[in-house]
């Protein structure tokens, strides 16, 4: 054999053990994450829908679609993945180019990730879950065998005329969109254009559902911090009002045993039972905090803010430094490249420190929009409960965390957060040259992310300092006990807690006339 062809033999070998490699790496990675994900979709199903007690066939059913909906939540996670993995693999191949252990990260690799994602992304939306959805919901053609194979030919026969139907919107749309030769004529290639076309409008309104839940959601996320952490509080005394809730409840809990009305006041027996409820609720939260460690309660709920404030407020500056390079260069527009170069330059002016600090901020936004989508009034139905949602509830929650997050690599590179270029068919979005929208879409972030933030912010200064300095409320039995006289009973409890005027306790008036005992 000649020396050229023993180095094209050579060539060829190399080129099939590195697409073996590649492949062996992808299914590592994709099996990974389906196992998590079913992990996470068995922690939330309901387990009545998938026993075999009523009906076998129901079951078999269910579990088909759950198989589907755990594939398509693992399409999902790794389409958040797949921009934080290729920053970070940039930086591992510009730290070390020469390391023996990391030549299986290269820009192949890199390339077949992102346009496997893009296919199963696609492969998802349009056959995979319409298919679960209308398989759980199927029973078979009237007058056929029941079975699952029924199922099957009904679900399939739905399915191919809801492709029909989308298709002929999509041809109608684009061919008012482009009147030309040319753009009647790509209108008979499915592979080409069909589905990049269809996806990309897919990702336009995900990219829009991005930018409206995510300014919401790091407002929200503001409140939730609040909530799971213990925040310190100007001129407290939590052993004073500890030791003053407790009496309280035990006053009011004797009183409901008793049962017999009162010398001062008519007792409505429903009202002190909402009003025991209401203390011991405040009680369980004092005592919450009382248990927290100084540290914990007056260092830890400020770092937390201080992060929260610190990531959004980096990443308001980083768009607005995005909205000049818009006006000043056309380098700064996204745009799509089919060939990965990494481990050549950085992708930040920073460096790895940027780099780090790019992937945190694109784990942070995906987490706020995922907040933000789920606290909407809109949405607020989707929220899957603990071992109690049901399978057409985890169909929706599977096809919306996958339209958030395969619009997340365009999100971030449209808005300058990373200047990784989009790869394979993300680039080949048509509206991504348009300089309008992303000039818009950049302005949009900013003003929405700002004013939910200062509106966010400024309220929760303001009701703190006015629950810190606000006027003292007399909290005797006219405040706290429906508008009585005060009775000697009371007048000892004021005394032994001096504080107890200071609770902010709701105040209830209702004018009754006391009997005589």
Not at 178 to 194: F, I, K, P, V
Not at 361 to 370: A, E, N, P, R
Not at 466 to 484: S, V, Y
């Amino acid at each position: 054999m000649a020396p050229v062809e023993q180095d094209a033999l050579a060539v060829r070998e190399q080129l099939f053990h590195e697409r073996v490699r590649e492949c062996i790496i992808c299914a590592l990675l994709f099996a990974s994450l389906y196992i998590l994900c079913h992990f996470i979709i068995t922690h939330f199903k309901k387990h009545t829908d998938f026993t075999a007690v009523h009906d076998d066939e129901d079951a078999a059913v269910n579990r088909i679609a759950l198989g589907l909906c755990t594939f398509t939540l693992a399409v999902a996670l790794g389409a958040v993945l797949l921009l934080p993995f290729s920053i970070i693999s940039n930086e591992v191949l510009l730290s070390f180019p020469q390391n023996y252990y990391i030549q299986w990260l290269n820009g192949s690799l890199i390339h077949g990730l992102w346009n496997l994602v893009f296919l199963f992304s696609n492969m998802s939306l349009v056959f995979l879950m319409p298919f679960a959805y209308f398989f759980t919901e199927s029973e078979g053609f009237a007058g056929s065998k029941k079975g699952i194979m029924a199922r099957v030919y009904e679900t399939s026969v739905v399915l191919l005329l809801l492709t029909l139907l989308v298709l002929g919107m999509v041809w109608v749309a684009s061919a008012i969109v482009g009147n030309d030769a040319a753009s009647r004529q790509s209108l008979y290639d499915l592979w080409e254009y069909y589905l990049p076309y269809l996806y990309s409008c897919i990702s336009l309104f995900g990219v829009l559902l991005l930018l409206l839940c995510t300014p919401f959601g790091l407002s929200t996320m503001f409140t939730v911090t609040g909530k799971l952490l213990v925040k310190p509080r100007l001129l407290e005394d939590l052993d004073e009002q500890l030791s003053c809730t407790r009496f309280e409840e035990a006053a009011v809990s004797h009183r409901i045993r008793s049962g017999k009305a009162s010398c001062w006041l008519n007792l409505d027996m429903e009202m002190l039972r909402e009003q025991f409820f209401a203390i011991r609720s405040k009680r369980r939260k004092l005592e919450l905090r009382h248990r927290a460690s100084p540290w914990q309660r007056n260092l830890g709920y400020p770092l937390a803010m201080l992060g929260l404030l610190a990531l959004t407020g980096i990443s308001v500056l980083i768009v607005c430094f995005h909205v000049l390079e818009l006006l000043l260069d056309d380098a700064a527009m996204p745009r799509g490249i089919q060939d990965a170069s990494l481990g050549q330059v950085s992708f930040s002016i920073f460096g790895s420190f940027g780099a780090a600090l790019q992937v945190v901020l694109i784990f942070y936004l995906m987490l706020s929009s995922v907040v933000g989508f789920y606290s909407s009034p809109l949405f607020t139905r989707l929220l899957p409960e603990r071992q109690d949602t049901p399978l057409t509830k985890i169909i929706g929650n599977c096809v919306s965390l996958l339209v958030l997050s395969s619009a997340l690599p365009v999100f971030s590179r449209t808005l300058g957060i990373t200047r990784f270029d989009l790869l394979g068919d993300f680039g080949r979005f048509n509206w991504l040259g348009n300089f309008y929208i992303v000039f818009l879409y950049n302005m949009g972030f900013a003003g929405l992310t700002t004013l939910c933030l200062v509106k966010r912010v400024s309220w929760a200064v303001q009701a703190e300092l006015i629950r810190a300095f606000g006027e003292d409320r007399d909290m005797g039995t006219q405040g706290w006990l429906l508008g009585c006289p005060l009775s000697p009973s009371l007048a000892l409890t004021l005394s032994l807690c001096p504080g107890l005027h200071k609770l902010p306790l709701p105040v209830t008036r209702r004018r009754t006339r006391s009997k005589p005992c």
